[in-house]
């Protein structure tokens, strides 16, 4: 051909190619140089509570210039939040075309049992066109819906005013800073209670707490929050810790920590418990035989082991209140102890 030929063919195709060129994203769209979609990630029915993960998903034939933006939808009786600004970059081919995909994700937790509308949202991105540069802009998501129920299973073992939660799981520990077989009025024990659930956020776990025990009165630190969310792993924690002051002896029982929850993956209503915990509080000996061993120079060591053991102490220290001398005082050691 010609290069008269050429120019002319150019020539007439050019206006047409003009016409056709992209200059904002809905041509890319109506062009299928661009594809949007959004969709509910969720394989089974949703519970109550249980996070429901939102999935945005934006392919080009070309590639992406900049990061891809999105504001999050308001929905009534559910949270909704972004677990991370980051999205997944990846490359497919399709019908001969390699694309550039991009997609990011957002959460949403429901807490009724109804039927939820995401509403369409803003999405701004900006595409480079070879050729013809840059075309930024904002396009609108079609609107998804999904359901969420309570399980009837929950519904048959619970009554309406009970708490549960919904999770992959769910554990909660304690841990004493003393021995609780070791402590004497005027003592102060941390205990520190944490929970952590996989596909909750820190600030729904709930606070635990107990009635005010008679000379056992305690106080709550501010408790500690922890999301973490990494490789796909959706941890929560509360960390809440407690101080117990021992006013008084005698015996007490903190009461038993149990939370129901819901086993996203197995399906079923699950507990996670501590036990109640007895703890004792004795005064073995008093302020003014301590100071008269201190005096003396000698070694006060006192074995708390049984109720039997502390009679005998007793027995002892009004022995030495009378001034005896005892030849075996039982754990004190052996000598004249009358000051």
Not at 30 to 45: G, K, Y
Not at 220 to 244: C, H, M, V, W
Not at 296 to 314: D, P
Request: hydrophobic share 40%; aromatic share 8%.
């Amino acid at each position: 051909m010609s290069k008269a030929k050429l120019l002319a063919l150019f020539l007439l195709l050019l206006p047409y190619s003009l016409a056709h060129a992209a200059t904002t994203i809905d041509d890319l769209i109506r062009q299928n140089e661009l594809q949007v979609s959004i969709e509910v990630v969720n394989d089974r029915p949703v519970i109550v509570g249980q996070e429901v993960t939102i999935k945005l998903r934006i392919a080009t034939s070309t590639w992406f210039k900049g990061s891809v933006t999105f504001t999050l939808p308001e929905i009534d009786n559910a949270i909704v939040i972004q677990r991370s600004n980051f999205g997944l970059n990846s490359s497919e081919h399709l019908n001969g075309k390699r694309w550039t995909v991009h997609e990011k994700e957002f959460s949403i937790f429901p807490q009724q049992a109804t039927n939820y509308m995401v509403p369409e949202f803003e999405v701004s991105m900006k595409i480079h066109v070879i050729g013809q540069g840059d075309i930024e802009g904002i396009i609108l998501t079609n609107p998804i819906v999904f359901s969420a129920l309570v399980p009837k299973q929950l519904q048959n073992s619970l009554d309406e005013n009970s708490q549960w939660w919904a999770a992959n799981h769910l554990a909660i520990k304690q841990a004493w800073d003393k021995d609780l077989t070791q402590l004497l009025p005027g003592d102060a024990v941390t205990r520190t209670i944490t929970i952590e659930a996989d596909g909750l956020l820190a600030m729904m776990l709930p606070e635990i707490n107990h009635n005010t025990i008679h000379g056992l009165p305690h106080y709550l630190s501010t408790p500690e929050l922890i999301d973490n969310n990494n490789r796909g792993n959706k941890l929560a924690t509360r960390i809440q810790k407690f101080t117990y002051i021992v006013e008084q002896q005698g015996k007490v029982v903190i009461p038993k920590i149990k939370l129901a929850w819901w086993d996203n993956n197995a399906q079923t209503l699950k507990h996670a418990q501590l036990d109640s915990q007895p703890i004792a509080r004795f005064q073995i000996i008093s302020a003014t035989f301590m100071e008269r061993c201190r005096r003396g120079g000698q070694l006060l060591k006192v074995v708390r082991s049984s109720r039997q053991r502390n009679k005998q102490y007793y027995h002892e220290l009004s022995a030495v209140d009378r001034g005896q001398k005892i030849s075996d005082f039982g754990s004190f050691g052996t000598g004249n102890f009358g000051f």
